[in-house]
């Protein structure tokens, strides 16, 4: 078992930046993904950033340039720094860690809200 508890989330103007936290506890294996996921009321839950335990990274495109996803494997930790935030950002931000290949497997947090006001 996994328990994922993610912190950071709030309200920010448009063109502004926050700082998601994740931290991991529980029997973690290596290697391993950790990653973000959003989902927006009405619409279906969408990656935004994952990263291996050996650093390897992969991005939605609507964040790229944006949003940076970095780790730190002695807290089994991950964080996303998101800048220049836009309203259409606004969702419920869910960490997730998974140590199989499929993207989507695994646990999952509970969530922080990400609200970017216009």
């Known amino acids: 078992q996994v328990q994922l508890v993610e912190s950071g989330g709030g309200l920010v103007q448009a063109g502004g930046s926050l700082v998601l936290s994740c931290a991991a506890s529980?029997?973690?294996?290596?290697?391993?993904?950790m990653g973000w996921y959003r989902q927006a009321p009405g619409k279906q839950r969408e990656l935004v950033a994952t990263?291996?335990?050996?650093?390897?990274?992969n991005y939605a495109d609507s964040v790229k340039g944006r949003f940076t996803i970095s780790r730190d494997n002695s807290k089994s930790t991950v964080y996303l720094r998101m800048n220049s935030l836009k309203p259409e950002d606004t969702a419920r931000y869910h960490c997730n860690y998974r140590n199989s290949p499929v993207p989507g497997a695994g646990y999952w947090g509970q969530g922080t809200q990400v609200t970017v006001s216009s």
């Open positions: 529980g029997t973690i294996f290596s290697p391993n993904t």
């Open positions: 990263m291996t335990s050996g650093s390897t990274t």
